[in-house]
């Protein structure tokens, strides 16, 4: 695990902003270093299907449900969505997975050619703030790891900026609980991906956040976070 940088929250303690692309996230959770997994809707030989067993058990949550929600955000949902799975095992240090979506589901269509251009900055930026959101809020998350949002091999510095720029107006805002640390995660991504984070101008980052309209409901159960506006 190496650290990138540190933000000061609005409470004045610490987030670390890090990186581990060799540990699975299964070792993490279980070293106690991850409670929230935010993860691309992606099925198969990805982050998701490497991990969807393991998840499975730690949130006492059927393997094919998780298959099928992923499936239905991904491929059958027009609206950009993210599926809150909470744990239901209340020994395990994992309190939540955000099925998260991506570069590959129908809704980014909307934005940009899947793998034929650069990410779509407020699609990205978006998504990952309402899922820091649901996770410190809903799932009481304080540790949370995030997977590449995008295809497969298609990763993007931007994509990692404007995830961190989220990070930061959520930690601006004096309202919001603080978050201990953020990771990123699993394949795709490699270091030349930080290069923009390490140039950020820290004061512009921290600027106030700009709420979107959010819809909320369930889908067989499990919590839907529709982002309207992006």
Same mark, same amino acid.
């Given at each position: 695990m190496k650290t990138l940088m540190t933000l000061e929250s609005a409470q004045g303690l610490s987030t670390a902003i890090a990186y581990d692309l060799t540990t699975s996230v299964n070792e993490l959770?279980?070293?106690?270093?991850?409670?929230?997994?935010?993860?691309?809707?992606?099925?198969g030989f990805s982050p998701l299907g490497v991990a969807?067993?393991?998840? +499975?058990? *730690?949130?006492g949550i059927d393997v094919a449900d998780i298959g099928r929600l992923a499936d239905w955000n991904r491929f059958e949902n027009n609206e950009v969505s993210l599926v809150g799975l909470k744990s239901k095992t209340?020994?395990?240090?994992?309190?939540?997975?955000?099925?998260? +979506?991506? *570069?590959?589901s129908q809704c980014y269509e909307q934005f940009a050619p899947a793998f034929h251009s650069k990410p779509y900055r407020d699609f990205y930026y978006n998504v990952a703030y309402e899922s820091i959101a649901y996770a410190v809020h809903t799932l009481g998350a304080r540790k949370l790891a995030m997977s590449h949002l995008s295809g497969s091999g298609h990763f993007h510095g931007d994509i990692a900026t404007c995830v961190v720029e989220a990070l930061a107006h959520f930690c601006a805002q004096v309202d919001n609980p603080p978050i201990e640390s953020f990771l990123f995660v699993g394949c795709c991504i490699n270091e030349s991906h930080f290069s923009g984070i390490q140039r950020l101008d820290l004061q512009r980052i921290t600027a106030k956040h700009r709420d979107i309209a959010l819809s909320n409901s369930l889908k067989d159960g499990f919590d839907v976070v529709s982002l309207k506006g992006v």
């Open positions: 959770v279980l070293a106690n270093k991850v409670d929230c997994y935010i993860v691309s809707t992606e099925d969807k067993g393991f998840i +499975a058990k *730690e949130l209340p020994t395990s240090s994992l309190r939540g997975v955000i099925l998260a +979506a991506s *570069e590959t």
